[in-house]
Nanobody, 124 residues
Framework: QVQLVESGGGLVQAGGSLRLSCAAS????????MGWFRQAPGKEREFVAT????????YYADSVKGRFTISRDNAKNAVYLQMNSLKPEDTAVYYC?????????????????WGQGTQVTVSS
């Protein structure tokens, strides 16, 4: 089992930046592709970004492409989401998740373990 803990959320003004972190519990972290999803109030959870096990491949939702960057540090068992030029529509709970078998994985059912989420609020 993999335990994932997100941090770094908060309140930021439109145009600002935040960096989310996700710490994983297992030493085999490098065996998992990682992804970020988000869920806004009243909406379904949606894909944001994913990164390959080794980190050399990344994919993004069109809505965040060019503004968000996913990265990972396998030595620290961590994955990050750098969010720049934030917009009010980016407001959501952000979740990290791990996938042992699928890459790139865009659907939440393709992920095996999930964190508890961290709230990001962007004010206009």
């Amino acid at each position: 089992q993999v335990q994932l803990v997100e941090s770094g959320g908060g309140l930021v003004q439109a145009g600002g930046s935040l960096r989310l972190s996700c710490a994983a519990s297992r030493r085999t972290f490098s065996s998992y592709a990682m992804g970020w999803f988000r869920q806004a109030p009243g909406k379904e959870r949606e894909f944001v970004a994913t990164i390959r096990r080794s980190g050399e491949k990344t994919y993004y939702a069109d809505s965040v492409k060019g503004r968000f960057t996913i990265s990972r540090d396998n030595a620290k068992n961590a994955v990050y989401l750098q969010m720049n030029s934030l917009k009010p529509e980016d407001t959501a709970v952000y979740y990290c998740a791990s996938s042992f078998t699928v890459f790139p994985a865009y659907r939440d059912r393709e992920y095996d373990y999930w964190g508890q989420g961290t709230q990001v609020t962007v004010s206009s």
